[in-house]
């Protein structure tokens, strides 16, 4: 079974070189590398054997190695392929995309504007109605500037009490929902016109006895935040 999402596409940089591998790319590399045979490989990434060909061509004359041995069969056919070294080190490296792609499948997505820059400091704000965020500075950035800003459930920590630590976010808020959701409860809070998801495991919920309408304190780190400019 493909472990990739359709429309998904990895960018592998390779010796200064650059290629996009999409899902069915790298779903024929996976079943070249547990099948052992372009052919089983190219009727279960569900393409023809010729496609499958040229898609091996494509990123081999691209990146300017070769991904795929093969060794022909005897007089009674068959023979055999196997991904290279190199075919190896692509297929590890999308694999490594696909688990954190499955680890921090759930985000918060806040639209906000930077509001300040400090160089010197490493930091940039950015603001969504009235809450301000603390992210690393970005030379592609400038105050006034819209951008996404993406941060993973599990990345966010609740609180009963503020607490001096590494993190540079910290916010009061009242729960507005919980739910149960894969054995992990999933908690919004509101911060002030902003709402944030948080999941965290039962026991750890019923350690802050968590119930709707309480106040809590969350928070996160500044380099937990991924942006996009919009």
Known sequence: MSEVKAGVEYKIDLDGKTFLLDGKKYDLLNFINTSGSI???????KIAYRTALNYIDKIEDDL???????????KGGGGSASLTEEGLMILKECKKINAIMELHRELNEIEANVVAVDKSKGIMTIQMNKVNITIPSNDKYSVGDRILALISY??????LEPQKASIRNMFKGAIKEMTLENNMIRVKIDIGDVNLF?????PASEDLNLK???????????L???????
């Open 198 to 202: 948080s999941d965290i495991t039962l």
């Open 212 to 222: 709707l309408g309480k106040e809590v304190y969350v928070g996160f780190k500044a």
């Open 154 to 159: 599990d990345n966010i920590f609740i609180m």
């Open 224 to 230: 937990g935040i991924a942006t996009l400019k919009l």
């Open 39 to 45: 052919t089983k490989a190219a009727k279960l990434t």
């Open 64 to 74: 300017d190695i070769a991904i795929v041995d093969t060794v022909k069969g005897g």
